[in-house]
């Protein structure tokens, strides 16, 4: 890539402002040492919970509310978001967040728990948007499974840090988390259910259609 390719996609990494709320959900991630979604990634989040014809969101990873907050502020007004976290003083922050930008709380259904168990109890067919941003190797391990479970037709995965850090691309990269990553791009490349692409943006976001 020339350095100019290379500083357009960065530029188009900010070239959506983002809210006040946003904003201070980012300042609270980075003094809890969380990585919320880069910018480019939550103006694409913002921009699939816009354009899907349902209401219904799930988010895997909830941090501080970035994304969250991307998806809720760009949904209809009764579009509803179910996010999940391990970790109580990421989700406190994450609640704090979305009152601050006047989401309404019957909006977002905050489940603390690790993906793992939670994700099974979700309902059949039930969302839209299926959003994953954990680091996790256990998860990774099941997201293929559970999100064309919870998926309607149409419905769309989403991946954030698809690429791990950019470790994929380097074959001499062989954690474990990098691994799971290479698996779950693999299996999703190899999933004639899916339409699917990755896409530059941010630290690498998958993108895969249920037909
Ligand atoms: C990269 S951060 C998510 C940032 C968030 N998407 C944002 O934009 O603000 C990952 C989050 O996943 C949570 N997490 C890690 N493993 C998890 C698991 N197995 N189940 C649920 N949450 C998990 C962490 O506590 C952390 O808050």
Excluded: C, F
């Excluded at 959506?16 to 880069?38: F, I, Y």
């Excluded at 941090?63 to 970790?87: F, H, K, Q, Y």
């Excluded at 791990?164 to 990269?173: C, F, H, I, T, W």
Aim: charge should be negative; proline fraction near 4%; aromatic fraction near 2%.
């Amino acid at each position: 890539m020339t350095a100019s390719k290379a500083a357009s996609w960065t530029w188009t990494e900010s070239w959506v402002e983002e809210s006040p709320a946003v904003l201070d959900a980012r300042t609270r991630a980075a003094e809890l040492g969380v990585v919320a979604v880069s910018p480019g990634t939550g103006s694409l989040l913002a921009v699939l919970a816009a354009s899907l014809p349902g209401r219904a969101v799930v988010d895997v990873g909830t941090g501080t509310g970035v994304a969250a907050l991307r998806m809720l502020e760009a949904m209809p007004e009764n579009g509803v978001l179910t996010s999940i976290d391990v970790e109580v003083e990421h989700q406190g922050a994450a609640r704090t967040a979305l009152q601050a930008a006047g989401i309404r709380g019957n909006r977002a259904r905050i489940i603390h728990g690790d993906a793992a168990d939670v994700l099974p109890r979700l309902a059949d067919g039930g969302y839209d948007l299926v959003h994953v941003d954990v680091d996790d190797p256990r998860v990774s391990a099941l997201v293929l499974t559970e999100a064309l479970r919870l998926l309607r037709a149409g419905g769309v995965l989403v991946v954030s840090d698809a690429l791990a850090q950019d470790r994929v691309p380097d074959p001499a990269q062989r954690d474990q988390r990098t691994t799971a990553a290479r698996e779950l791009l693999r299996a999703v490349a190899d999933d004639d259910r899916l339409v699917r692409t990755v896409v530059p943006v941010g630290d690498g976001v998958l993108l895969a259609v249920k037909r």
